[in-house]
């Protein structure tokens, strides 16, 4: 139950039924789509970058809740972030829903991404929390091709 | 403690003792997050009952050897086993002859079989294989391969939004160029049992074969193929109480006889030379290789289970526990089931307003509760319903009404925990 309640938290579940920056984007420098097989969510990322930085990032699509706050709350912390500060992110977010986070403390703070710790306690779900990230490094490599995360 | 629901519950009429048709399958024993297992993913695959573990670790511990080939004791054995679990399948289906059954590995190589061999054969340019919006993958996917090799059509009847197939639209779609007809016994996502009777003598009065998909239906239903009259049937062993990596295909001799081989190899020749090679007759053409003699022993194991259960003791059953969880999920707030067929299996599956099967799937693995969640293997039916996935609870003989009102529970604690 503890672990449930770690996993959906508050925040996460706020941002399920009402994600931020759920939309669509006039003329995006950049986007991809993302898809998990397994579940069916998907995904649609643009990005709007001014030189290094981004300076709009929206997302569409369907999914679960886990996905779709993950999405949501990663649109609301790169805005305004360069590309290599997103790349960092990556990493520690990664490190932190996979159970590496205690090892590898060092990098930029998560914020508010901190909330899906509790991720690393169901495996399965792991993919759910970074379909999204996948995708925003294919829209930042500037390539449409569909992220699976299979 | 009595709940609501036990109020509510049906005087069990059947014949057999739940608790001890429970005492056969040891995993039903086994605890999840600590809890109970609640097993209904059965559509996805069933439990083994003891005898079937052991008649497969028995064959390893004591009678390991290859079939058909030997001269020594353990391979004569062997062989005598395996072909005797032909025979058990032949008289599960009611297939005239035991050269009617063939061995694979499952209901997705069945099929692969029939459209490779008898597709390739009299599936031509412009022709037309039919098939239904409530098709698994595994009955889609190797008629559309074979029709873009071929050049033909691939046709799909609708279904109404029960989840029942629009019989006259099917009827339209069978024509003068139509080669096959492809249908699902009953349909995995939906527990629909589609009307496999009148299918078979729409098409038949057109001189058009039919295959049944019974991967579903095999376990919960008495498959009777000389009554039905298909041309080929095909099931899944893994669902039928058996191991994984057996099924069978059901095919009418004189169809079968006229088909080219699937895969060549070991067995499946008479003689070979550089020049020519001979092929055997059937089954064996259709059994190249070392099959699965453990699984097919295993599976042999399975149906003598069932045999002594009876379908005229499980189905009912079946039927008191679907009419049960039906009951007991319409009575939850904001939960839809999706399949509401008149003629229905009992499987359960249903969308939570706005919360995503894969989040129920999660909370209710927390409850040792198992379900399916996601499109099972159907995109195109869950597209037909304007649903990316469902949660499905599909149920088994061994299933308990204790069983659906902790499902009914962890539906509850899926509210509470995300709602």
Known sequence: MSDLRALYQEVILDHSKRPHNFRSMDGPTSKA????????????????????????????????AISTASASILTETLKGKTRAEAAALFTRFHDLVTGKGQQNGKGPELGKLAVFSGVSEFPVRVKCATLVWHTLRSALGESEEVVSTE | MATAHDLARPATRCAFDIARVREDFPILKEKVHGKPLVYLDNAATSQKPRSVIEAEQRFYLSECSNVHRGVHLLSERATQAYEAARVKVQRFLNAGDAREIIF??????????????????????????????MEHHSNIVPW????????????????????????EEFEKLLTSRTRLVAVVHISNALGTINPVQRIIEAAHRRNIPVLLDGAQA?????????????????LSGHKLYGPTGIGVLYGKARLLEAMPPYQGGGDMISSVSFEKTTYNVIPAKFEAGTPNIAGTIGLGAAIDYVNQIGFENLAPY???????????LARIPGVRLIGTAKEKAAVLSFVMDGLHPHDVGTVLDQEGIAVRTGHHCAQPLMDRFGVPATTRASLAFYNSFEEVDALVKGIQKVKEILG
């Open chain 1, 33 to 64: 789509q993302g898809y998990n097989p397994l579940c069916g969510d998907k995904v649609m990322l643009y990005v709007r970058l001014e030189g290094d930085r981004i300076a709009d990032i929206s997302f569409q699509g369907s999914g679960c």
């Open chain 2, 218 to 234: 095999a376990a919960h239903l008495k498959v009777d193929v000389r009554e039905l009259d298909c041309d080929f049937y095909t």
């Open chain 2, 318 to 328: 079946e039927h008191e526990l679907l009419e049960y969880a039906t009951e007991a």
């Open chain 2, 104 to 133: 694979v590995r499952g209901t997705t190589e069945a099929i692969n079989l029939v459209a490779s061999s008898y597709g390739r054969k009299y599936v031509q340019a412009g022709d037309e294989v039919v098939i239904t919006a």
């Open chain 2, 144 to 167: 559309q391969i074979l029709c873009e090799e071929k050049g033909a059509k691939l046709r799909v009847a609708p279904i109404n939004d029960d989840g029942e197939l629009i019989f």
